[in-house]
């Protein structure tokens, strides 16, 4: 009887601690991010948390960016390249569907990419598909791409947040009720508060560990730190109080992920709106400008200092930063050359995020130290888009680049920074008809360097990724190639 009882004992407390494992096994996630998204459109939409909160969760496309910055197959299945580079034949997944039960064929990826160039496009980086002459469905499982000239960057652009495939049937919806391909779902969006996704159980690829995700949005940094704090939330992406990482390095309950992004942060300047129209101006703006000051004061030392429009990681990188090097004195003299010894007043817009606020406080003491006077204005996000992005009513502004290889932003005189030079096109034709790497490098240096000679903007910082996170979640990006939060590499540890 007694042996009896014993083994029955040890039978309940093993049960017991294996019903305890199956409770731990956490399928759900609270993510965090300090800003919200306008809309869930990537392809309707230029702000970066769309993309953060839907690209690779909601929505797909023919390629895709891994953590490490490559280019993987995603919607396409493979594909092939015409000896003379001008048309790209994909082969798609047989079997995917989207959200609503619709089925993903070639009819949709034409739909798509012909939406996205589409004279009356809205898509904030129309630019991506300028040389696609046409796309031919070939049957429902091929799609041919022709191009109008050679372009090696093709699968990077399809890999874009503003190329995902969507469906006619719900593009038009897409803004406020995303329907997509991808491993996620969307399920409730409260405005101000959070997003509520759900696993997609007819997803075409591998099941993610994860069955519920909810991104919610903190802008306040106090708050911020509050909520990872009090265990509201599992994890903050781009963690807005740099400040508070070296107490969660030191708390074993949290995990801290320090990595790079593509997010060049830079103070923009209206070169249409007078007195930056004058490239002395804008010289004199860059040499009021102490960079370390601002990476020490905003991001408590977190960030790479940068010369040009271009990440430090990319093997291309040339480091320009000792052509806008801080230089007061300078400063005042170029101003007395452009005519405005006593210096000017000009608007400084600011978007949310830390590192606007807080950098554009101290910038504004540097420039008033040389004599410009600016006029700061907290703006709200969706502010920000429509007066600044979308109405260029500014002067000055702060804001971080995140989308990857993006100098041909400057390709744009209608992009909001208003940058218009024949030469700088010239030059980005150019390396869109290149293959050569070495030429390729030539080019982007080009680049590069023009936009450093023009001082175009006032370039700052790279922004690095700071992440907090659960001790015992794993699978999260430490580095950044893209604003994404791929849901379905995440996991809880056992």
Do not use: C
Request: charged share 20%.
């Amino acid at each position: 009887m007694t042996h009896f009882s014993r083994n029955l004992i040890s039978a309940s407390i093993i049960a017991l601690f294996a019903g305890m494992g199956a409770a731990q096994a956490q399928t759900d996630i609270k993510i965090a991010m300090q800003l919200e998204p306008p809309n869930l459109d990537p392809t309707g939409g230029a702000a970066e948390a769309i993309d953060s909160v839907v690209y690779l969760n909601i929505f797909e496309g023919l390629t895709r960016f891994a953590s490490d910055g490559s280019i993987e197959p995603e919607l396409a299945e493979s594909w092939t390249i015409s000896d003379d580079g001008l048309v790209y034949t994909f082969k798609l997944h047989d079997g995917v569907r989207f959200h609503d039960g619709t089925t993903f064929d070639a009819e949709d990826v034409k739909f798509s990419l012909d939406r996205a160039r589409a004279e009356d496009s809205t898509n904030a980086q129309k630019q991506l598909f300028a040389q696609i002459a046409d796309v031919t469905v070939v049957d429902p499982l091929t799609v041919q791409i022709t191009l109008s000239q050679p372009n090696g960057a093709l699968l990077f652009n399809l890999a874009w947040g503003d190329a995902v495939i969507v469906g006619p049937e719900t593009a038009a919806t897409n803004a406020t009720a995303p329907v997509g391909t991808g491993p996620f779902r969307f399920v409730n969006w409260v405005q101000g508060d959070r997003v509520d996704l759900a696993r997609n159980p007819d997803y075409w690829g591998p099941a993610p560990a994860l069955e519920t995700a909810t991104f919610r949005f903190i802008p306040d940094p106090t708050a911020a730190f509050s909520a990872m704090m009090a265990g509201d939330i599992n994890v903050f992406s781009g963690f807005p109080a740099p400040e508070n990482l070296p107490q969660f390095e030191a708390d074993p309950r949290f995990q801290v992920l320090v990595g790079s992004t593509e997010g060049e942060t830079i103070l923009a300047m209206n070169n249409k709106q007078a007195p930056f129209d004058n490239v002395l101006v804008r010289q004199a703006v860059a040499h009021a400008i102490d960079r370390q000051a601002i990476i020490d004061g905003a991001m408590f030392g977190y960030g790479t200092p940068i010369g040009t429009h271009f990440a430090p990681h990319n093997p291309d990188y040339i480091d320009l930063t000792a052509q806008s090097n801080y230089d007061p004195e300078l400063s005042k003299q170029l101003l007395a050359e452009a005519g405005l010894p006593d210096g000017f007043t000009t608007t400084m817009k600011l978007p949310p995020p830390s590192y606007a606020r807080r950098g554009g406080e101290i910038i504004a003491a540097q420039l008033r130290a040389v004599g410009i006077q600016t006029e700061i204005t907290n703006v709200e996000w969706a502010q920000w888009l429509e007066e600044v992005f979308g109405s260029k009513n500014y002067g000055l502004t702060i804001v971080s680049h995140t989308e990857p290889f993006d100098i041909g932003i400057y390709a744009n005189p209608e992009y909001y920074f208003q940058y218009d030079s024949q030469p700088f096109r010239d030059i980005m034709t150019e390396l869109t008809a290149t293959t050569d790497p070495v030429k390729r490098t030539e080019l982007v240096q080009a680049a590069q360097r023009m936009i450093a000679d023009d001082y175009v903007n006032g370039y700052l910082f790279q922004l690095a990724a700071l992440t907090v996170a659960k001790a015992e979640v794993q699978g999260l990006w430490a580095n950044a190639p893209v604003a994404a939060n791929d849901l379905s590499a995440i996991s809880w540890k056992q």
